[in-house]
């Protein structure tokens, strides 16, 4: 018994090792350059049906790379982190729909802006609406928390209109179609791209956004000028030779055509699971991985640290009791962001999405562990120790015969706690990019606007694996018990 | 480490502790011979626990010397998990080891200290249940047991480790009136086979039959020390007399 588990933590450390070296080996000699992105904009950065990123940003710095010969390795993650991680040199640029600001131009050296961008308004397909003073009286559907959302408040006395809020755009553009609404506001590329895929809307301003601003492509500033010399010369020549319009014609031309799977896929779960198996399984993968492996990690960490804890040496309770607290008290996503994105330029060596994610998990969880372990040792008779040492057992001795196992037995429902929510604190290292559960979810989501659909796909793959994970807990306590 | 055999067992020579401002043991010294029994009596807070723990260093003395068995226990090169293993101690409140059952926790410290091997371990703790007649218990955990047969299996735990001195605190203070009678008993045997032993107990009836000598503390010092005799018949020291005409008519 004893021998299998020392078996299984020697096998998944190896496994540890082997994933951190692996995903090492990702980071190639010559000009493989790392590129970030958000996966979750499209038309210009997101998954198709097939799970291939692909966008206007992402053919156009694929026909650059190719005809510039250089290669890269995309890193999808949230937008914020793909900026930071290119504006702390973790990556080497990022395309991602990004506007090019005053403030971004202090942190990043930009490209030859690629996209003029800004917001547009529509109405239903044949309306009578001809111009934005025709909206005086009339309805119209907001999505919540967006800029074109604001852009229509700010006018809505000028014009006389009404607003109605919504969370999901496609049952916004439903509400316009079916005319309970009569017109939307909303990012122009985002509405023309859901005409493109045959929402029966019009664009009345396509050739000329509100508020309008350029698309970059952005290194970390003074750094990686051979990259941006590239960019810079491809782009020019994709734009001679008609490429870019191509590219842009084809998410955002008149004539629709699907990127995102047919109607049938979207509109039933059955569908949805049919249409995307491979990559939830992924996920879930991921997930289940990282769960593991730090559920394991954390635990010894946890209880090594919560050992120093209750130790007679002051300056191992100390070293213990400053650790917790930092890393209790570090919000998990803080904590991802730091070592993923931070860490690397004060250390010099670049971490790979996957070992940031583990190591957060590990020093997040562990000092939760660390906790109640020091806490589960204390509760622990005295007496105890004073009876084992009266028989000449050491201090390291009496911890492991008698200390410890009884404190373990007190820590059992606090560890089976700390399992699950180790889990569900996976899901915010999506945020760092790693291809777990919640993170691909976003994806699908942002593909085929199936909210509701998707996400209850993934709650309750969460419970499942919740419910096995309490199971299993369960069964090693009685089996401890007994 | 001189092996004298002058049959001194325990040498304590101007030993001195203080918590804080609470001087609690002043300039206390005592011998104790081998094969002697030894009660130690006095009220509350009299210092009888600290004195006894700091036998086994579970207290440390602010100075002082504290020789048992020839060691010097008050050196700090001394080993004192070897020095352990020859003192054994009975406590108030059992502290039987919950995480075992009877027979693991009477093997575990010779088994675990080297000094015998799982089967001769196995074999001498169903002789020492033998001896504090609870055979039938072997098996079971701990927590089953009644106080008094908790506290006849923490005796035989120390015995496992065949020590030369047996320091008892208040062995029977925790149990039910009925139950006193048994552990005393083993005690008895105990001291009738040789054992040195140092009791602190409130058994006066006990201390007068088995003891060797009766030791008086009283506000961290020895008041007075003579056979059962002379301490309970022929006390001379004033808060002796008051002690004793309180725990007589209690
Ligand atoms: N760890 C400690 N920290 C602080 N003070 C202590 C500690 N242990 C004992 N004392 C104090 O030392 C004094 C002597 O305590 P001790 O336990 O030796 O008395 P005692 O004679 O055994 O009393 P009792 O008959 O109640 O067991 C008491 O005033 C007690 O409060
Ligand atoms: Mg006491």
Redesign the pocket.
Known sequence: MKKTVKLLIVGLLSLLVFVITSSDVDAAPTPNYIITTDATYPPFDFQDKNNQYTGIDQEILKTIAKRQGFTYTLKPMSFNAATQSVSSGQADGVIAGMSITEERKAVFDFGTPYYRSGIGWAVKKGSNIKSLDDLKGQTVALKTGTSGADYALSVQKKYGFKVTYFNDSDTLYNDVINGNSQATFGDLPVIQYAVKNGTQLKVMNSKSPIQAGWYGFGVQKGKNTKLLTAFNRGFAEIKKDGTYDKIVAKYLGASATKFTGSKQDNSSVLGILKANNGAFLKGLWQTMLLTILAIILASIWGILLGVMGVSQNALFRGISTTIIYIFRGLPLMVLAFFIYIGLPGVIGMKIPAFTAGLLTLVLNEGAYTAAFVRGGFAAVDSGQMEASRSLGLSYAKSMRKVIVPQGLKIMIPSFINQFIITLKDTSILSAIGILELTQTGSLIVSRNSQGFRVWAIVAVIYLIVITLLTWLSNWVEKRTRA | MSETKNKVKVHVEKVNKS?GE?H?LRDISLDIAENEVVVMI?P????????LRMLNQLETPDNGTIVVDGFDISEKTTDINKVRENIGMVFQNFNLFNNYTVLENIMLAPVELGKLDKVAAEKKARELLETVDLVDKADVSVNSLSGGQKQRIAIARALAMEPDVMLFD?PTSALDPEMVGDVLEVMKNLAESGMTMII?THEMGFAKQVADRVVF?ESGKIQESGTPDQVFNAPKNERLQEFLSKVMHA
């Open positions: 918590y609470n609690v006095g509350s807070g009299s210092g009888k626990s600290t004195f208040e602190v503390f």
